[in-house]
């Protein structure tokens, strides 16, 4: 069953939609997706969705709250927040973000990965400043240090430490929610902590509705090659989403990559881009100069080909069992130190949670998706908790319902198949007019 069953209503959505592979006459995008049925109560029912995982985001966090102190006072600008131990959670983190090879300088020094300056509470008072387009480094470098640290620090639940920053006055986590490393480029928000709610509740709407149609996913459901959740453009497209190589902010794809499999360069950074012009020219809008693909390819190609579509040359990535049956070999034949070392040297870690790959929905995989699933609600539950103790709504102010039901926009309209036109969340506002308030965001498949 779906995540939270006795508390978030998904049969209001799942009901609303019906499988369409692409095929049938009856849909005009060609896309095989969940489509929106049309019903007569379909725009009543998708708000009383909405406003029901609000409510629940809501009491969940009041919940999570309680677990903290009431309140705090103040830190003083030099008190340490981030602890030793917390530090040596988060540090390895730290440090294979800025070894990536596009991670865009903060001008902090990297020697230790994170300096005393930017563990007190001083480092949390750095606001979003302005910037003109070279000058992101000088103006902001330091206030992005710290927000990737926040990050990592709602990622892996060390709360206390926001909450106690969050306790001045002048910390400035407020005005990263939503932002863009070049202010030319503003309606590409690329850095900001939304991204950590926005691609959590992605995964989760996504995988939880999938999981509502077992004829796509179970083969004792009528799961066939052609009918598998994983063709659809709603999964390719947040896959993709929640996994590629951002333009500034790498951080939060850090837990989606680990539980899908995916390599940091398995998609390309920005726009997608064929690894084979030859191969995929006459099925794809490619770009002949760039090899960028022009129109959305969601959707078009089956998970196989959408995987190796950008990297053809992926190496296996090992699960926890391969790691653990290889070191058992070693330990055979080589003292234990040494073993340690080859498997060090060698880099072989695990690099992906599922036992059964590229398929989270898999039966098998069941324990590791309700983890996963329950690690992007606890992000959703923390950003909002942070959110509250700096008096902010997220989403810029519009909240959870209108989120939700953006991302549900996000993932299952489709205004070729005129599908856009039968999502009313609002009685007086349709899709159209609500997606327009949000194009800011860029997102759109």
């Not at 995982?53 to 919940?63: G, L």
């Not at 090879?101 to 007190?120: K, S, Y």
């Not at 992605?202 to 149609?213: V, W």
């Amino acid at each position: 069953m779906a995540h939270q069953p006795d508390k978030i209503p998904w049969h209001l959505l799942a009901s609303n939609l019906r499988w369409f592979d692409g095929k049938s006459s009856e849909c005009d995008c060609k896309f095989p997706n969940l489509h929106p049925c049309g019903k007569e109560k379909q725009g009543v029912q998708l708000t009383q969705f909405a406003e029901a995982f609000a409510k629940v985001i809501d009491e969940a966090t009041k919940n999570e709250r309680a677990k903290y102190s009431t309140s705090y006072e103040a830190p003083d600008p030099n008190d340490v927040l981030i602890d030793d131990e917390t530090l040596k959670k988060i540090e390895p983190y730290v440090i294979q973000w800025r070894e990536t090879h596009h991670a865009v300088d903060t001008g902090v020094d990297e020697n230790p990965p994170i300096l005393h300056e930017m563990r007190i509470a001083s480092a949390f008072f750095h606001s979003q400043q302005e910037n003109d387009c070279d000058r992101f480094t000088e103006d902001n470098g330091k206030g992005f240090f710290n927000l990737e640290i926040l990050k990592l620090l709602i990622i892996h639940g060390y709360m206390d430490p926001v909450l106690r920053a969050c306790a001045h006055p002048e910390v400035g986590i407020d005005s990263w929610e939503l932002a863009a490393q070049c202010h030319c480029r503003a309606m590409d928000y690329d850095v900001g902590w939304n991204l950590l709610y926005t691609h959590a509740l992605s995964a989760y709407l996504c995988l939880n509705i999938a999981y509502c149609f077992p004829e796509s996913w179970d083969p004792a459901g009528g799961r066939t090659d052609v009918k598998d959740y994983r063709h659809t453009t709603s999964y390719q497209f947040m896959l993709r989403e929640c996994t590629a190589p951002g333009t500034t902010s790498e951080i939060v794809s850090y837990p989606h990559r680990q539980f899908f499999g995916i390599a940091p360069d398995q998609f390309n950074q920005v726009q997608p881009k064929v690894a084979d012009q030859k191969r995929w020219i006459n099925k794809l809008d490619i770009d002949p100069k760039w090899g960028t693909i022009k129109q959305s390819h969601y959707g078009l190609l089956p998970i196989d080909d959408f995987l190796t579509l950008e990297n053809a040359s992926l190496q296996y990535k090992p699960h926890a069992s391969d790691v653990d049956a290889v070191q058992s070999i070693l330990l055979r034949h080589l003292p234990p130190e040494l073993v340690l070392s080859i498997m060090d040297l060698a880099g072989y870690k695990p690099k992906r949670a599922l036992t059964i790959p590229d398929d989270p929905l898999h039966p098998s995989n069941r324990k590791e998706l309700d983890e996963y699933l329950e690690h992007c609600w606890q992000i959703m539950v923390r950003c909002q908790m942070m959110s509250k103790e700096i008096d902010v709504d997220v989403g810029q102010g519009d909240g959870w319902k209108s989120l939700v039901s953006w991302r549900v926009c996000v993932l299952w309209e489709n205004k070729d198949c005129g599908s856009a036109f039968l999502w009313h969340f609002d009685n007086d506002r349709g899709v159209q007019e609500f997606i327009g308030a949000w194009s800011q965001t860029g997102a759109e498949i």
